[in-house]
């Protein structure tokens, strides 16, 4: 719920079919970001069960649709919401409330029916606890981040992002029953990978912000003031990333990933850094790829240590 999707802009155009009416309402719930919040759910469970338990075969599958499920609803409501700014802002104005795919009623209950169902289904078929940090998830992501926060406050992403950090403790709640320190440490590196994510792109697309009049921090504070929040943020992400090596324990593989991954990850952000320094093109899309890959590939270093262990 907190990596960020970049939408194509696209001429509005009625849905005509039924195959146009379901990629409308997929797209609401915006897959690609439910994608990247899976790809630490998985790492999350193998590291809580130390391994890859048998129990595990239906337990991943239904704690995956359960979040899947949780992320939809909360990215749809997201939608509903912010439909007024993603009009104006080019990089959403393809999204399906700008494009009047859908209306914005339908959205509202597609998205509460959504929740609705992530609720029962995690705690029918995973536990209680799982089901309550979803819905916790949802309703922090709509009404502390969507509604409190992004159009009052430059910190929006800081404090609004741990409901994208979600996901890793639902898993690890699923398997254990509970939330630990171990669980805590996972969910700190989501948390301050999150604003160096996020900020590059809004130092890409800062004018668009601008002119929807969200207080990103490129907006208030500056691009120079951003590039140095984003190398702070990302020599924080690092340190957490490597105290869970003591915390899980993790052995070596996770170990050498999280020191040279983290190395590349800080080098791009000082690189953007000194850009903006010397008045040069900070290329922010730079680092906003290459934190996905070091997302995807830590959080499977974290799971191949376990299984090899």
Request: net charge positive; with cysteine; glycine share 8%.
């Amino acid at each position: 719920m907190t990596a960020v999707e970049v939408v194509a802009p696209q001429a509005p155009v009625a849905a005509r079919g039924p195959l146009d009416v379901v990629r409308a309402y997929v797209a609401l719930t915006k897959p690609r970001i439910i994608e990247l919040l899976l790809i630490t759910t998985v790492p999350a469970m193998v590291v809580a069960g130390n391994g890859w338990p048998a129990r595990f075969w239906w337990l991943v599958p239904a704690t995956l649709v359960g979040g899947s499920l949780a992320a939809g609803s909360a990215n749809t409501l997201n939608c509903y919401v912010d439909r007024d700014i993603d009009d104006v802002m080019k990089r959403t104005s393809g999204r399906p409330l700008p494009g009047h795919l859908v209306t914005p009623r339908n959205a509202l209950r597609f998205g509460v029916a959504l929740g609705v169902l992530s609720l029962l289904w995690l705690g029918l078929l995973v536990n209680w606890l799982a089901a309550a940090l979803g819905a916790g998830a949802i309703l922090f992501y709509v009404f502390v981040y969507t509604l409190g926060m992004k159009r009052s406050t430059p910190s929006n992403i800081v404090i609004g992002g741990a409901a994208g950090c979600m996901p890793v403790v639902i898993g690890w709640a699923a398997v254990t029953g509970r939330v630990d320190v171990t669980s805590l440490v996972i969910f700190g590196i989501v948390f301050y990978w999150t604003p160096p994510h996020f900020w590059a792109l809004a130092l890409r697309f800062k004018d668009d912000y601008a002119a929807a009049g969200v207080p990103m921090l490129p907006v208030v504070a500056g691009v120079r003031e951003t590039a140095r929040q984003i190398v702070l943020y990302s020599v924080l992400m690092v340190a957490i990333s490597l105290l869970l090596y003591p915390v899980a324990p993790m052995g070596v593989i996770y170990l050498g990933s999280a020191v040279g991954l983290g190395g590349i990850f800080l080098r791009e952000a000082w690189k953007l850094w000194q850009r903006v320094e010397h008045d040069q093109d900070p290329k922010p899309m730079r680092l906003f790829h290459w934190s996905i890959t070091y997302l995807t590939l830590l959080f499977a270093a974290m799971a191949v240590d376990k299984l090899v262990a």
